[in-house]
């Protein structure tokens, strides 16, 4: 079979050119200035309620943005925040929700094995409509489930941003 030049030409452009727009993407992101302001908010919110905690925020991509200690926290829960924060951005699932999932199915019992995941309450998504850009852990308080109280209080302050 032949083709003529212009059309061999055309065809070849036709097949470059569609993956190179393909390749480009816009996404959310969090900054600094809000990482701070949800730490802040978290360390605050528990401190109203008595529990020292540290509160770890990451971006998107689970890395650290900012990280927050309260006085007397111990020092486990640097960690424990941190790889709360880490499991919800990756997941983009609340580790609450995650936890009780993983209790209740054999098969999502497993997520415990993956390096860096804390099933424990405390760790919840930052969203900006469905998007999630972001992560809050919080870890020290008694029981995951005050810790994610904690961080559901801390994202009601910033909600306004969150648009």
């Given at each position: 079979?032949?083709?003529?030049?212009t059309l061999?030409?055309a065809?070849?452009?036709?097949?470059f050119?569609a993956?190179?727009?393909?390749?480009?993407r816009?996404e959310?992101?969090?900054?600094?200035?809000?990482?701070?302001?949800?730490?802040?908010?978290s360390?605050?919110?528990?401190?109203?309620?008595?529990?020292?905690?540290?509160?770890?925020?990451?971006?998107r991509?689970?890395?650290?943005?900012?990280?927050?200690?309260a006085?007397?926290?111990g020092?486990?829960?640097?960690?424990?925040s941190?790889?709360?924060?880490?499991?919800?951005?990756?997941?983009?699932n609340?580790?609450?929700a995650?936890?009780e999932?993983?209790?209740?199915?054999?098969?999502?019992?497993?997520?415990?094995?993956?390096?860096?995941?804390?099933?424990?309450?405390?760790?919840?998504?930052?969203?900006?409509?469905?998007?999630?850009?972001?992560?809050?852990?919080?870890?020290?308080?008694?029981?995951?489930?005050?810790?994610d109280?904690?961080a559901?209080?801390?994202?009601?302050?910033?909600?306004?941003?969150?648009?």
């Open positions: 079979m032949r083709f003529a030049p061999l030409l065809l070849t452009a036709a097949c050119a993956p190179a727009q393909a390749q480009v816009s959310k992101n969090m900054s600094l200035a809000l990482a701070n302001q949800i730490a802040a908010a360390v605050a919110a528990c401190q109203e309620k008595g529990y020292a905690v540290a509160a770890t925020v990451v971006d991509a689970g890395q650290v943005k900012a990280v927050q200690r006085d007397n926290a020092p486990h829960t640097l960690e424990a941190l790889k709360k924060a880490y499991t919800s951005a990756s997941a983009k609340a580790t609450q995650m936890m999932g993983s209790q209740k199915s054999p098969g999502a019992a497993n997520l415990v094995h993956i390096p860096g995941f804390l099933l424990l309450g405390g760790g919840v998504p930052v969203r900006v409509g469905n998007e999630v850009i972001g992560a809050v852990g919080i870890g020290g308080a008694p029981g995951g489930h005050l810790d109280q904690c559901q209080a801390a994202l009601e302050k910033v909600k306004d941003q969150l648009q």
